[in-house]
């Protein structure tokens, strides 16, 4: 299964995540006015509006044996939450990015991130921690008419997202890693017109979706 992923929609930028979350939460609520009524046990209740869905998630990382500080994971996360993208058409305000959360290939979550919550559990003797747990919280900004169950690998079809290539990165092990067979590279640069894989620049973003 590939691994989950945090796309910054603003710039493009994607996070993983070091290990796959084991479960994630949504959660959903409507808004309900009540108004008197003279001579009722109840008041009568009429419906105000739908709240946006709320997705929580657990993330881990440990870089304990590349003694790495495991900030470096966790801390581009929390730029997430950073004023930094100009609004256009609101006189010019500040706000944090649009994400989307991915995981497997059959499912996105579009939302922004309201809450995070960095926990250190593992140490070095100079102090850097090597291990940590995030606790998520993304609130929906697009209604996409349904969610799934809990078992993120079942049924619906695959969507249309982006990979932006790293360096290093080939179409074919982009290919096995979005689509799940690296034999898909062809349909990766068919779709994105590349007529010279090897030619393939870091920081390029490509179009994914499966082979029809």
Do not use: C
């Amino acid at each position: 299964m590939p691994k989950a992923f945090i796309e910054n929609l603003d710039t493009g930028q994607r996070i993983e995540v070091l290990f796959n979350p084991k479960e994630y939460s949504i959660t959903k609520s409507n808004s309900w006015q009540r108004a008197a009524t003279s001579g009722a046990n109840l008041p009568s209740t009429t419906f105000a509006s739908g709240q946006p869905a709320s997705m929580t998630v657990q993330l881990f990382f440990d870089t304990y044996e590349t003694k790495m500080d495991v900030r470096n994971h966790t801390g581009k996360i929390a730029k997430l939450m950073e004023v930094s993208i100009r609004e256009e058409g609101e006189g010019n305000k500040l706000r944090p990015p649009k994400v989307k959360f991915h995981w497997g290939l059959t499912w996105t979550f579009k939302a922004v991130i309201t809450q995070m919550t960095q926990k250190f559990t593992l140490f070095l003797p100079t102090g850097t921690p090597v291990r940590a747990t995030v606790d998520v919280t993304f609130q929906q900004i697009e209604d996409e008419g349904r969610f799934p169950g809990q078992n993120p690998t079942s049924g619906g079809s695959a969507g249309r997202r982006t990979h932006v290539v790293e360096g290093g990165e080939t179409l074919d092990l982009i290919a096995h890693q979005e689509l799940g067979d690296s034999r898909l590279w062809r349909h990766l640069a068919d779709a994105n017109r590349i007529t010279d894989p090897l030619a393939l620049a870091p920081g390029t973003v490509l179009v994914v979706e499966p082979e029809a």
